[in-house]
């Protein structure tokens, strides 16, 4: 839907490109509640991250500790393996993205987006004619040309959303970071803004972060996803590796969904609801743990084997099958599974069920779940 | 078929229809009516005679009465005390908004108290309050006449208590407002490489400036008009220690009512200016100015 002149894009391109951001240990506390603890995090140059966390989960105070915007209790942030710990929001030439863009209402878009080269000490600060030139491109860069002379308020959300990162791009930022970019706007103008926003992030190689609480949003547009869970990463890893190999319960619960089966090991058996369950533990010990697995990943399975046994609570036909809901028994919840026409069913009838993938975790002494053990 | 023949008229044959928030025409014209006296009796008829008795022997007498020394003194000494005292507040209650809305900081309910204590307190109390502290008798008295400095019964004792009395007005007009803002608009413009001064100046206080002036319009009508503060410790010395208020109740009680009133209609007038400019304010600016304006 967008398409930009080569000639914007270059206007882009003048700033330095991929800058390397390491954080190491950072830790923030926000009185006696530690907003973030003991995070660190490489990003390569170039890189698109998301930082997805549930709310609370401390995604916004480390996109804002990287900005500059708080400064941590401890650890240290570096660009481009220089130490930037301590310096001034102003000075590290971040290019922000807020969460409701934070546009200055009072100004209109050509004035807003001239902002940060106009407050520039008069040495380093463009002519006149270049910042309008500069302007003029970028809004055409966001295909916003000839909507310069409106205020904010006069404009859609997905528009001010342009605005912003027009704003913040005409700076030659290092590095880009947006505050749940897509968080204030409606479910198809988030779609080709999520498409727009990859190819900003192609064509200005710059090393991007960005917040969101939407595990899809995050899934489909990062090179890496940071989870983080109550100020702690879970887990970096590619879409890929969060999928296939969750590292703990937190992750996979809140990367797709999932079932989760509280099971027993003893002497390297998993037992639930007094049947054996197939899965590898790994020499984890013995005690209380639990299952989890994906619900594509639960079949019906032929007469006489299985993991797991289930009850037929309703039936419906599909095209290319039919899909039960099943209610295992032990499990309090039931699950809808699609089977082949040719694996009998009946309602109420009981059914064997097998499991493709699933990934087991004990509990420690608290009953929490930690230690990922590879699955079947 | 009389249920039918209600009508949106009111007036068929039948019961007589009208929505439960309209009240009848009695009750109607009674409140208004009520209102109307009220205000008259209370409001226009004291404004117009201040008006009447001014101008009572005719537009030389009114105008004799700004040629007095005397009252020239008094002008000038309002106008100067205003001149002092309302920039001072507009900085304090920058300052003071600033920190209470935009940081967060031990004892910030206590300054939000404290910032209303003028409302509270009566100018007399706060009149007297500087005389103990600043008088002859007071707690720094001796030290300042020690070394040449009059504060009671000079101008900077009336324009600190006047400082005192006005004290909240910008303040409180403001806080509410850049609660309301927030800061992220300042932290937008931070990380695009703008000052802090850089910021305040070009996203703050754009975003502010409606509200301030309406803070300041209220500052300056109390301050010009204050008189129960002034007053204890003004010592009342004609054609030095007297603002307009004064001045205005020294006539009165030397039975020079025409003078009196004159001056009266120079502090009448400035009433008038100040509700006029108030209400295009809230009239053309009201999305500007915080819930809490709006409602004054």
């Known amino acids: 839907m967008l398409t930009r002149s080569p000639d914007a894009l270059a206007a882009t391109e003048g700033s330095k490109r991929g800058t390397s951001i390491r954080i190491e240990g950072v830790e923030q506390d926000f009185g006696a509640f530690p907003a973030l603890r003991d995070v660190s995090l490489d990003i390569q140059p170039g890189e698109l991250v998301a930082l997805l966390g549930p709310s609370g989960s401390g995604k916004t105070t480390l996109l804002r500790v990287i900005a500059g915007l708080n400064s941590p209790d401890r650890g240290r942030i570096l660009f481009d393996g220089e130490n930037a710990t301590n310096l001034p929001v102003q000075d590290r030439h971040v290019g922000m993205v807020f969460q409701n863009y934070a546009l200055f209402k009072h100004m209109t878009v050509a004035d807003n987006i001239a902002y940060g080269l106009r407050v520039r000490p008069r040495r380093t600060r463009p002519s006149r004619a270049a910042i309008k030139a500069r302007v003029t491109e970028l809004l055409q860069f966001v295909q916003l040309d000839g909507l310069g002379g409106r205020f904010p308020a006069q404009l859609s959300g997905g528009q001010r959303q342009r605005v912003a990162l027009a704003r913040a791009l005409a700076i030659e930022p290092r590095v880009l970071l947006l505050d749940e970019p897509f968080g204030a706007l409606d479910a198809r103008v988030r779609k080709d803004l999520r498409r727009w926003l990859r190819d900003i992030h192609k064509q200005t190689g710059l090393t991007t972060v960005f917040v969101t609480h939407d595990q899809d949003e995050a899934m489909e547009l990062a090179d890496r996803v940071v989870v983080l869970n109550e100020g702690r990463i879970e887990q970096i890893g590619t879409p890929e590796e969060l999928y296939d190999r969750p590292a703990s319960p937190f992750v996979i619960s809140f990367v797709g969904e999932a079932v989760a089966l509280p099971v027993t090991i003893s002497d390297g058996h998993v037992t639930f609801g007094g049947r054996e369950l197939h899965i590898d533990t790994h020499g984890l010990r013995s005690g209380p743990a639990r299952v989890f697995f994906r619900p594509a990943d639960i079949a019906v399975a032929a007469e006489g084997s299985g993991d797991l046994e289930g009850r037929v609570e309703s039936l419906r036909r599909t095209p290319a099958g039919v899909r039960a809901t099943i209610a295992i028994d032990g499990y309090d919840q039931t699950l809808e599974i699609d089977s082949p026409l040719d694996r009998s069913a009946s309602l109420g009838g009981r059914v064997p069920l097998s499991l493709a993938k699933a990934r087991i975790f004990p509990a420690d002494e608290n009953g929490d779940y930690f230690n990922a053990g590879d699955g079947i | ?296």
Not at chain 2, 67 to 88: E, F, H, K, M, N
Not at chain 2, 135 to 155: K, R, S
Request: hydrophobic share 55%; charged share 15%; aromatic share 12%.
């Open chain 2, 1 to 296: 078929m009389s249920e039918i023949a209600i009508t949106s008229s009111g007036r068929g044959r039948g019961v007589k229809f009208r929505p439960v928030t309209h009240d009848s025409s009695f009750a109607r014209y009674t409140l208004i009516a009520t209102a109307v006296l009220f205000l008259a009796i209370f409001l226009f008829a004291p404004l117009a005679i201040v008006f009447v008795e001014a101008f009572s022997k005719g537009i030389g007498p009114f105008l004799t009465a700004f040629g007095d020394p005397d009252a020239r003194a008094a002008i000038r000494l309002t106008l100067l005390v205003a001149a002092i005292s309302v920039p001072a507040n507009l900085v304090f209650g920058l300052a003071a908004s600033w920190s209470i809305a935009k940081f967060s900081f031990p004892g910030k309910s206590v300054l939000i108290t404290l910032i209303d204590l003028p409302f509270s307190v009566s100018p007399v109390v706060a009149g007297l309050v500087y005389v103990l502290v600043f008088g002859g008798q007071g707690l720094f008295g001796p030290w300042l006449a020690a070394h040449g400095v009059q504060i009671i019964f000079a101008v900077p004792g009336i324009v600190l208590a006047t400082i005192f009395v006005t004290f909240p007005f910008v303040a409180r007009e403001l806080i509410p407002l850049m609660e309301e803002q927030g800061k992220i608009e300042e932290e937008a413009a931070l990380t695009l490489g703008a000052s802090g001064f850089k910021t305040f100046l070009t996203v703050t206080l754009p975003n502010i400036k409606w509200g301030l002036l309406y803070g300041v319009l209220l500052c300056n009508a109390r301050a010009m008009g204050e008189f129960g503060a002034v007053s204890v410790v003004s010592g009342h010395i004609r054609g030095l220690t007297n603002t307009i208020p004064l001045q205005v109740e020294i006539l009165y009680n030397e039975y020079n009512n025409v003078a009196a009133f004159a001056l009266a209609v120079l502090l009448a007038g400035l009433a008038l200016v100040t509700l006029g400019l108030k209400t295009f304010l809230e009239w053309r600016h009201a999305d500007a100015l915080s819930g809490r304006a709006r409602r004054h």
